[in-house]
């Protein structure tokens, strides 16, 4: 069974800084990607950032210049962080697991809330 912990959301004014961290234990074999997805109030869930075993990265449009995601050595623990935070850039952030046969598993997800 494959866990992921998140930590590092809270409340932060507009302009400010975030970094998210969500570290994966468990029976990981192949990590294919780790990524970050958010929710905000009142929408469907969107993908953020992803990072995949390769190194690449993807950002989505709305993020792309302020967020950045990054790795440990281990490839198992990835970090988002989030400068020039927006009112808009408040959700529910999620971290997202995807090993090389598929498998697909979710964190709990940590609130952001940006205020203006």
């Known amino acids: 069974q494959v866990q992921l912990v998140e930590s590092g959301g809270g409340l932060v004014q507009y302009g400010g800084s975030l970094r998210l961290s969500c570290a994966a234990s468990?029976?990981?074999?192949?990590?294919?990607?780790m990524g970050w997805y958010r929710q905000p109030p009142g929408n469907q869930r969107e993908v953020v950032a992803r990072?995949?075993?390769?190194?690449?990265?993807y950002y989505a449009d709305s993020v792309k210049g302020r967020f950045t995601i990054s790795r440990d050595n281990s490839k198992t623990t990835n970090y988002l962080q989030m400068n020039s935070l927006k009112p808009k850039d408040t959700a529910v952030y999620s971290c997202?697991?995807?090993?090389?046969?598929?498998?697909?598993?979710w964190g709990q997800g940590t609130q952001v809330t940006v205020s203006s």
């Open positions: 997202k697991l995807v090993t090389d046969t598929g498998m697909v598993y």
């Open positions: 468990g029976s990981i074999f192949r990590v294919h990607s």
């Open positions: 990072i995949f075993s390769d190194g690449n990265t």
